[in-house]
């Protein structure tokens, strides 16, 4: 199961008998927590994708059954399937790489699966198809033919709704296509330019304060948007940490990002803030040999979440709240360790879980928290998480 999107709890599908315990947690703001369990059914197939607009209210899932894709939207406040549309794929194997994406305003909505060379517009309302990108067309004008079944399995992109752009990833691309017109694309940024060796591995858009982040294996890119194009862009880099790090969260308002430091001798990451509000990225440390079990960090109301396990061995929900951090911490005086200085909270104690269970996906929405066990950490996968939520 995808947890692209937490509305996947109410439409369940077909799973083998071994795997029929498996569950998702859903934890309250009042602490209170239940489980879902994934032995619900219907007939719409193994979600593999989903996406939200919090205007609207409405949610998108994207479901395989054989040579079949749906796309359900629905309510996310009551589950509710509004409306649904088949498509066949011939070949619609597990393990091929599909995006979905969902413009902020809730008009568009972007479908790419890796057995096809276009990227679909639809109406997200209707689902209807209003149009397409050619992707072999774009990768042509910018000779990147030769790359293309590189760029079929790594692609990203996103909507820039004020300029009616999209933003594509193509390897050490990023090229900006306007939705009428590939003749008129154009590369905004190359990271084989750069004086390091760079690979970019995740983009996505904020509307809201008008910046495209772009997350590479050792750096963070983030680019901002005026209402003609591109204003500015600045590199934070993280060699110091090398390919040990992982995206923990970003939060463009408050102007930082929280990345994780993988302890490998024990399973462990140290969490860190990189504040890029000054014109130099500074690095300060949050927490130390932190248990690589889980850990969410909530935009809307600057919360970070992570696991712990007690005295009594049961597994605990904390968090710490970083809104104004700079004026609750006084980073300008800060030491490398910060750990002691934070305010970290009790949220949730989480009930007894198998052993099996090694790492907890985690997200929040409408208020609620919540955890998807898994039964295995892919961290290629994890390594940029926030930007597909």
């Given at each position: 199961?995808?947890?692209?999107?937490?509305?996947?709890?109410?439409?369940?599908?077909?799973?083998?008998?071994?795997?029929?315990?498996?569950?998702?947690?859903?934890?309250?703001?009042?602490?209170k927590s239940f489980k879902v369990r994934e032995s619900h059914q219907t007939n719409n197939g193994t979600v593999i994708a989903g996406q939200h607009c919090s205007k609207l209210g409405f949610g998108i899932l994207l479901t395989r059954e054989g040579s079949t894709?749906?796309?359900?939207?629905?309510?996310?406040?009551?589950?509710?399937?509004?409306?649904?549309?088949?498509?066949?794929?011939?070949?619609?194997?597990?393990?091929?790489?599909?995006?979905?994406?969902?413009?902020?305003?809730?008009?568009?909505?972007?479908?790419?699966?890796?057995?096809?060379?276009?990227?679909?517009?639809?109406?997200?309302?209707?689902?209807?198809?209003?149009?397409?990108?050619?992707l072999t067309q774009i990768c042509r004008k910018f000779n990147l033919l030769e790359r293309f079944n590189q760029i079929k399995v790594s692609l990203d992109f996103d909507f820039i709704t004020h300029l009616g752009k999209t933003a594509l990833m193509l390897v050490?691309?990023?090229?900006?296509?306007?939705?009428?017109?590939?003749?008129?694309?154009?590369?905004?940024?190359?990271?084989?330019?750069?004086?390091?060796?760079?690979?970019?591995?995740?983009?996505?858009?904020?509307?809201?304060?008008?910046?495209?982040?772009?997350?590479?294996?050792?750096?963070?890119?983030?680019?901002?948007?005026?209402?003609?194009?591109?204003?500015?862009?600045?590199?934070?880099?993280?060699?110091?940490?090398?390919?040990?790090?992982?995206?923990?969260?970003?939060?463009?308002?408050?102007?930082?990002?929280?990345?994780?430091?993988?302890?490998?001798?024990?399973?462990?990451?140290?969490?860190?803030?990189?504040?890029?509000?000054?014109?130099?990225?500074?690095?300060?440390?949050?927490?130390?040999?932190?248990?690589?079990?889980?850990?969410?960090?909530?935009?809307?109301?600057?919360?970070?979440?992570?696991?712990?396990?007690?005295?009594?061995?049961?597994?605990?929900?904390?968090?710490?709240?970083?809104?104004?951090?700079?004026?609750?911490?006084?980073?300008?005086?800060?030491?490398?360790?910060?750990?002691?200085?934070?305010?970290?909270?009790?949220?949730?104690?989480?009930?007894?879980?198998?052993?099996?269970?090694?790492?907890?996906?985690?997200?929040?929405?409408?208020?609620?928290?919540?955890?998807?066990?898994?039964?295995?950490?892919?961290?290629?996968?994890?390594?940029?998480?926030?930007?597909?939520?």
């Open positions: 199961m995808d947890f692209q999107s937490v509305d996947c709890l109410q439409i369940q599908t077909r799973k083998r008998q071994e795997f029929n315990q498996d569950f998702t947690l859903l934890v309250l703001g009042s602490g894709l749906s796309f359900v939207l629905h309510s996310t406040k009551t589950t509710k399937a509004l409306k649904q549309l088949r498509i066949q794929i011939e070949n619609n194997y597990a393990n091929y790489h599909h995006l979905l994406r969902v413009s902020s305003d809730g008009s568009t909505l972007l479908f790419y699966h890796e057995s096809k060379t276009d990227i679909e517009i639809r109406n997200y309302n209707s689902l209807k198809k209003r149009g397409s990108l050619d050490s691309k990023i090229v900006l296509v306007k939705n009428d017109s590939i003749d008129q694309a154009e590369i905004l940024f190359d990271c084989s330019q750069l004086s390091i060796k760079e690979r970019l591995m995740a983009l996505k858009y904020n509307s809201d304060h008008r910046i495209l982040f772009v997350s590479g294996m050792t750096s963070f890119f983030l680019f901002g948007f005026d209402d003609s194009g591109l204003s500015y862009s600045k590199h934070i880099a993280c060699n110091q940490f090398g390919r040990t790090l992982r995206l923990l969260g970003w939060d463009p308002k408050e102007e930082f990002v929280l990345i994780g430091e993988r302890i490998m001798r024990n399973n462990k990451e140290n969490y860190h803030l990189i504040d890029y509000r000054a014109s130099e990225p500074k690095t300060f440390s949050l927490l130390e040999e932190q248990l690589f079990m889980g850990s969410v960090y909530d935009s809307v109301n600057h919360r970070l979440f992570f696991i712990e396990i007690g005295v009594d061995e049961r597994k605990n929900l904390l968090f710490t709240n970083l809104r104004d951090f700079r004026e609750k911490y006084d980073l300008d005086e800060a030491r490398h360790d910060n750990e002691n200085a934070l305010n970290i909270s009790h949220y949730a104690s989480l009930p007894p879980m198998s052993e099996a269970y090694a790492y907890y996906l985690m997200r929040t929405l409408n208020g609620m928290l919540i955890l998807k066990p898994t039964r295995a950490a892919d961290e290629k996968f994890l390594k940029d998480f926030p930007l597909r939520l």
